[in-house]
């Protein structure tokens, strides 16, 4: 099946690649980071933002074979109907259980930061509803609210710059303290935190420009790369080298005890945009995975099975307290199965267009 008339920008395109990536990443790569090479591991983003490109632009060429096929159908095309559908149910799976799992690290924020004597379950029907609009809505809506709330994560990673009047540069001297080899095992770590290319697959056919495609995801792998060395340096030079090992989070740590001369409580202001900037990965991802599985299962009425796994996800909230620890173990799982998703499913599908182009000219 055909996409229909509806188009995104090349600019939305690149965003919301973007947005996908950064998400709660950001908040605790430099302890990560920190934890496996020390200051050095700065490092490491950059050979993790370039094999993220690379992977973007493989996912790029194997999308022009079928550019205007949906997501589901792409797979039917080259597996079959029933092996692609089994495909695609699989994919949106990972997607609704990889931002379900994004927004209970959301939630767990807010209750940390903001509303400590709230109820989980409270949270998260609090954080679903606003999110229905979105989650029924077409590509559109979805990249319209990235690309309006892009100029409040810009605003909330440059209030980090008012940090730096504590900042010690020596914290990050010498450059590579310990050798290349630390750093080079800090690598895998970063190209966990680019996850969220796969997301190529549903966008590319949406693409209005589709031969921007390629210079799209180098610039959106770039913004991602400069965003996340922004956030570690300042990190990295702000808290010293055996400091920031004990700090979870140390973006929002050091965003929650920003203080001006004439403002009050400004630190409620920003973790709530950090926060709201995270919606910008969850929110995309159950777009993603509802999509999916309503063409799976060709669902007729759409918004009862979104109100359907909505409450899925709030008796699951309900039944099963999250915590950080179970929450991270939850992401790691997944992460994984994202990096499996990045590096072999580009190869799995060359080979198909390859055996299949080689038959039919028999």
Same mark, same amino acid.
């Given at each position: 099946?055909?996409?229909?008339?509806?188009?995104?920008?090349?600019?939305?395109?690149?965003?919301?690649?973007?947005?996908?990536?950064?998400?709660?990443?950001?908040?605790?790569?430099?302890?990560?980071?920190?934890?496996?090479?020390?200051?050095?591991?700065?490092?490491?983003?950059?050979?993790?933002?370039?094999?993220?490109?690379?992977?973007?632009?493989?996912?790029?060429?194997?999308?022009?074979?079928?550019?205007?096929?949906?997501?589901?159908?792409?797979?039917?095309?080259?597996?079959?109907?029933?092996?692609?559908?089994?495909?695609?149910?699989?994919?949106?799976?990972?997607?609704?259980?990889?931002?379900?799992?994004?927004?209970?690290?959301?939630?767990?924020?807010?209750?940390?930061?903001?509303?400590?004597?709230?109820?989980?379950?409270?949270?998260?029907?609090?954080?679903?509803?606003?999110?229905?609009?979105?989650?029924?809505?077409?590509?559109?809506?979805?990249?319209?609210?990235?690309?309006?709330?892009?100029?409040?994560?810009?605003?909330?990673?440059?209030?980090?710059?008012?940090?730096?009047?504590?900042?010690?540069?020596?914290?990050?001297?010498?450059?590579?303290?310990?050798?290349?080899?630390?750093?080079?095992?800090?690598?895998?770590?970063?190209?966990? &935190?680019?996850? #969220?290319?796969? +997301? %190529?697959?549903? /966008?590319?056919?949406? @693409?209005?420009?589709?031969? $921007?495609?390629? *210079?799209?995801?180098?610039?959106?792998?770039?913004?991602?790369?400069?965003?996340?060395?922004?956030?570690?340096?300042?990190?990295?030079?702000?808290?010293?080298?055996?400091?920031?090992?004990?700090?979870?989070?140390?973006?929002?740590?050091?965003?929650?005890?920003?203080?001006?001369?004439?403002?009050?409580?400004?630190?409620?202001?920003?973790?709530?945009?950090?926060?709201?900037?995270?919606?910008?990965?969850?929110?995309?991802?159950?777009?993603?995975?509802?999509?999916?599985?309503?063409?799976?299962?060709?669902?007729?009425?759409?918004?009862?099975?979104?109100?359907?796994?909505?409450?899925?996800?709030?008796?699951?909230?309900?039944?099963?307290?999250?915590?950080?620890?179970?929450?991270?173990?939850?992401?790691?799982?997944? &992460?994984?199965? #994202?990096?499996? +998703? %990045?590096?072999? /499913?580009?190869?799995? @599908?060359?080979?198909?267009? $390859?055996?299949? *182009?080689?038959?039919?000219?028999?």
């Amino acid at each position: 099946m055909h996409v229909s008339k509806i188009r995104i920008s090349w600019l939305q395109f690149i965003l919301m690649i973007n947005s996908i990536q950064v998400g709660v990443s950001t908040v605790s790569l430099p302890r990560v980071l920190a934890e496996k090479a020390g200051t050095s591991s700065w490092i490491a983003i950059i050979f993790g933002g370039i094999l993220s490109t690379i992977g973007s632009v493989l996912i790029v060429k194997v999308r022009e074979y079928a550019p205007f096929e949906t997501f589901p159908s792409f797979f039917n095309s080259f597996f079959g109907k029933v092996i692609g559908k089994l495909f695609t149910l699989l994919f949106s799976i990972y997607y609704l259980v990889f931002g379900y799992l994004i927004l209970i690290r959301a939630i767990l924020y807010v209750k940390t930061y903001l509303l400590q004597q709230t109820g989980i379950t409270i949270l998260v029907i609090l954080l679903l509803i606003p999110a229905l609009q979105l989650a029924i809505g077409d590509i559109r809506l979805l990249a319209k609210y990235v690309e309006f709330l892009f100029p409040m994560t810009l605003f909330t990673y440059s209030m980090l710059l008012f940090t730096l009047k504590d900042s010690n540069i020596h914290y990050i001297l010498p450059i590579i303290k310990d050798g290349w080899l630390p750093i080079f095992k800090a690598i895998p770590l970063t190209v966990f &935190s680019f996850l #969220g290319i796969e +997301i %190529i697959y549903f /966008l590319y056919p949406y @693409l209005e420009k589709k031969e $921007k495609a390629i *210079s799209g995801v180098i610039i959106a792998n770039l913004l991602t790369t400069c965003m996340y060395l922004f956030v570690t340096f300042i990190c990295f030079v702000v808290y010293s080298p055996d400091e920031i090992l004990y700090i979870f989070d140390p973006v929002l740590a050091i965003l929650n005890v920003l203080e001006f001369q004439y403002v009050e409580r400004l630190d409620v202001v920003i973790i709530a945009f950090a926060i709201i900037n995270i919606s910008t990965t969850w929110i995309p991802f159950f777009w993603f995975g509802l999509q999916g599985v309503s063409e799976v299962f060709q669902v007729k009425k759409f918004i009862f099975m979104v109100l359907s796994i909505y409450l899925l996800f709030i008796i699951v909230s309900n039944f099963f307290t999250p915590t950080f620890t179970n929450n991270q173990v939850g992401i790691k799982y997944i &992460s994984n199965i #994202g990096m499996y +998703i %990045i590096i072999s /499913l580009p190869i799995v @599908l060359w080979i198909c267009h $390859k055996l299949k *182009s080689k038959f039919l000219l028999r």
